[in-house]
Every structure is written in C-alpha cells, then in structure tokens.
C-alpha cells in the first residue's frame, strides 16, 4: 500500500501531497561542519517519505509506518523544547519542525502527517534528518512559507539541536535538502554555499558500498558532545572564532602553540583531525576535478586513519571493515558518520565489489560479529514532491 493510501485509511481522506527526502553518507570532512569547515556529502537513494495535510485547528497529527504505535495528537501551541513533546522518541522529530517553523514567525496552523522511511536507522545516514527536512519541505509547500533549501535545512538542524536535543551541525540537513543527482555536495559550513560536484561512479567504471555494521556502542553516548566542546577550547586557545580558521599549512605551528598552553593531549588531537580533515575536502574535490577519481581512494584511507587514531571515534568493527575491504582489493575505505558504530564506506573497482563484499561479510563471520548490510551509494536527489 502507498504512503498515500495509508495516510488516507488513517485519517480517512486524501493527503494534499506526498513528499521525499533522503538520508546521506558522507564522503569526505567529519567532524568539520560545528567547526564552520568543509563537507562532501551525497544523497542516497533511501528516503523519508510524508503524506502531508494542512490543518487548520491547531492540531498535529503524526504517524510512522515503521513505528508500531498509536497516531501521535499533538497542539501546535503547547510544542516546547521543554514539554513532554521535545526530547524524546520519534515524534520529536517532525513536531520539532513544526516548533522551528513557528518560532521562526511562520504560521503553521497544524497538520496531518504519515512518514515511512527506507533510511536505515542507527546507521549514521541521517535517518532523522531525512525525517525533519520532508516535513520541513512538505509544510513549506503547503503553508507557501517560500523559504529555500537551505534554510529549510537551518531551520531542521534547529529542531534537531533545541527541540530534540542533538547539538549536530548543519550539514545532515543541508545534504537532505539540497543534493542533486548524480553529484557530491561540497558545502562550505560558514556561509552555507554550495557547489554541485559531478560524481559520476558508474562511468569511471567504479562502485561506493556502504557498510553498515549494525552496531552502535555506548561509548559513543556524550562523545559528539565530548568533541564539539574540545575543538571549541582548541579555537580559544589559539585566538580564532571556529577551526576553519586554521589554515593547513600552519597546522604545526597551531599544535605548537596548543602543547605549550598545556591543553588536555585531546584538543591537540582534535584540532590536528579538523584541520587535516578540511584539507582532506579540498584534495578530494580537486581530484574530482580533474577526473581522478581514483585517486580518492588514499586520502579515504588517510580520514580514516585520523578518525581512528586523532578524534578516536572508530570501533573495532568499522576498523575491520577498513582493513579487510583495502587488503581485498578495494581503492579506498574509511568510516562515516559520527562514530562508535554506524557505517563505513568502500570505493571499489566494479569488478571486485562481489570479491570485496564476501571479504567483509567472511571477516564479520569469523569475528563473531553480526552480519553487516552492504549496498552501493547512488548520488541521489535532495528532498523533493513526489505526488
């Protein structure tokens, strides 16, 4: 049954409109995005999906196919950071949307709403994202607020960092809102500019897997936290408003200057990982550029190294499908996301992506891991109406 269909035998009439925004998977540049530096994500072909209805009474509706629980009835007017509403369970998600929206000064008069998604969850491909930009999309449309892509995107981080709780950067929302088809998107953190950049696998003959590992370690509980506060006391400490002000070549002289202020041996490692890591979006959009796409591959496996090693947010999973997925041919590989689980991704040649694939899934076999999903990572379109 549509999505279409099933908000109808829900709420029992027609939705005005079905709406799509995908999840992510980052190629280049974690951590950098609070730090006002560079990313490089790209759309999957996996989505959050809204059948969305206007409302005029000052109700919120919401439901999820993939949640086995009740309608969700909500008053747009009693939506807080601080009520029962924010900071908890799914639901958080589109009504904190709808919170940013009207603390934004748009009136939002309520609405019925029927999400599924296909983004895997807990995988660290912005499956929550997905979610706040389709109803941000969806709702702008409806309520013809006439915002742009990016501060759709703004306004859904804002729902994600006050309402949910999640202090994330921008870029999950960005890369939901505002990726095209077929291209990687180079986004600048500080000002929000985009560029499209043509990453056109097929043609070169290549293939980008996700791994996901289907594991997330409680370590992680508090370390996003933990780091955006380190690299906020490293940009104190050496006189600049974010990293991104840190240029490459003065990175030496940067960590010098960190050591004989005596800061904690992590910001050190902190700051050396978001400087490297910004550098490391500029090698890539360069090859890019110049039609060398394999050559991404060795500065994959460089992000992946300062991951593990600099900001220590890898796991012995994500690092197992790293070294297994190098030592059986793939070009490049390096975890994605935020870390302690999650995924990973792997730039192979399409002739060893089956080869490749049976390494890691043998490699999580004989490490008394669960089997890990594999699939590839189309660029995709950003949110959009599908109906």
């Not at 999957?44 to 009740?70: F, M, N, Y």
């Not at 994959?300 to 890898?314: F, V, Y």
Request: aromatic content about 6%.
């Amino acid at each position: 049954m549509s999505v279409a269909a099933q908000f109808s035998e829900l709420y029992g009439y027609e939705p005005a409109g079905v709406w799509a925004a995908p999840g992510r998977v980052n190629l280049i540049g974690e951590y950098t995005d609070f730090n006002e530096g560079f990313v490089m994500p790209l759309a999957l072909p996996h989505t959050a999906v809204a059948a969305v209805a206007k409302r005029t009474d000052g109700v919120l509706r919401l439901h999820s196919a993939d949640i086995d629980a009740p309608i969700t009835e909500l008053r747009v007017d009693e939506l807080t950071p601080l009520s029962k509403y924010g900071q908890g369970g799914w639901a958080a998600y589109p009504a904190g949307v709808v919170w940013a929206l009207r603390d934004a000064g748009h009136e939002i008069t309520g609405a019925d709403i029927h999400l599924a998604s296909t983004v895997p969850t807990g995988a660290g491909l912005s499956s929550s994202a997905a979610l706040e930009v389709v109803t941000a999309y969806a709702l702008n449309e409806l309520f013809a607020l006439g915002l742009d892509r990016p501060r759709l995107a703004v306004l859904a981080q804002r729902a994600e960092n006050v309402f949910v709780g999640v202090p994330c950067g921008v870029m999950d929302q960005m890369a939901s809102a505002c990726s095209t088809e077929g291209h990687a998107l180079h986004l600048d953190c500080r000002d929000l500019s985009t560029r499209q950049v043509p990453f056109d696998l097929a043609a070169q003959g290549l293939e980008l897997l996700v791994v996901d590992t289907r594991v997330k370690h409680e370590l992680g509980d508090g370390a996003y936290a933990e780091r955006r506060a380190g690299c906020e006391e490293g940009a104190r400490v050496l006189g600049v408003s974010h990293l991104r002000d840190v240029a490459y070549d003065e990175l030496d002289a940067a960590l010098a200057t960190l050591e004989q202020a005596q800061v904690d041996e992590k910001v050190v490692r902190y700051v050396r990982h978001i400087v490297t890591d910004d550098h490391r979006v500029e090698q890539v959009i360069a090859l890019l550029d110049a039609g060398d796409v394999r050559s991404i591959g060795p500065v994959l496996g460089q992000g992946h190294r300062s991951l593990r090693d600099d900001l220590r947010i890898s796991c012995p999973e994500l690092d197992l499908v790293v070294d297994t997925a190098t030592a059986a041919g793939a070009i490049g590989a390096r975890m994605t996301g935020g870390g302690f689980g999650g995924s990973a991704i792997v730039l192979v040649e399409n002739a060893d992506a089956d080869a490749v694939t049976k390494s890691v899934l043998a490699a999580f076999e004989a490490a008394g891991y669960a089997a890990p999903r594999v699939f590839p990572a189309v660029p995709s379109a950003g949110a959009r109406r599908e109906s």
